[in-house]
């Protein structure tokens, strides 16, 4: 009931920025979080935000350095990714919980993805 689109990834080098968007349609929901998968390793939380409370959570590893934000009227969400390090490297996924807006952050708490975008951070 709900589709996600990611955009922005690309290939960026180590210390620099890079913006990912979510384009979101269909019902609303509670929470969009972003999550990555790196080649090896299991889909782990990166950060996270109520939709209508904007209250945000982001993962030890990002914090300080992303920042998540969303557009309640374009229904967009972002994924601002400051200082950039080679293991940021990943697919980066968009994920709605439809009802839970304070929830777990796991991806078994989410309801609906997106495709994902690769970002690739250099060295």
């Known amino acids: 009931q709900v589709q996600l689109v990611e955009s922005g990834g690309g290939l960026v080098q180590a210390g620099g920025s890079l913006r990912l968007s979510c384009a979101a349609s269909?019902?609303?929901?509670?929470?969009m979080g972003w999550f990555r998968q790196a080649p090896g390793r299991e889909r782990e939380f990166v950060a996270g935000?109520?939709?209508?409370?904007?209250?945000?959570y982001y993962a030890d590893s990002v914090k300080g350095r992303f920042t998540i934000s969303r557009d309640n009227t374009k229904n967009m969400g972002y994924l601002q990714m400051n200082s950039l390090k080679p293991e940021d490297t990943a697919v980066y996924y968009c994920?709605?919980?439809?009802?839970?807006?304070?929830?777990?952050?796991?991806?078994?708490?989410?309801?609906?993805w997106g495709k994902g975008t690769l970002v690739t951070v250099s060295s």
């Open positions: 994920a709605v919980n439809l009802f839970d807006s304070r929830l777990t952050w796991t991806e078994y708490a989410m309801d609906y």
């Open positions: 269909g019902r609303t929901f509670g929470s």
């Open positions: 935000i109520q939709w209508l409370g904007e209250i945000t």
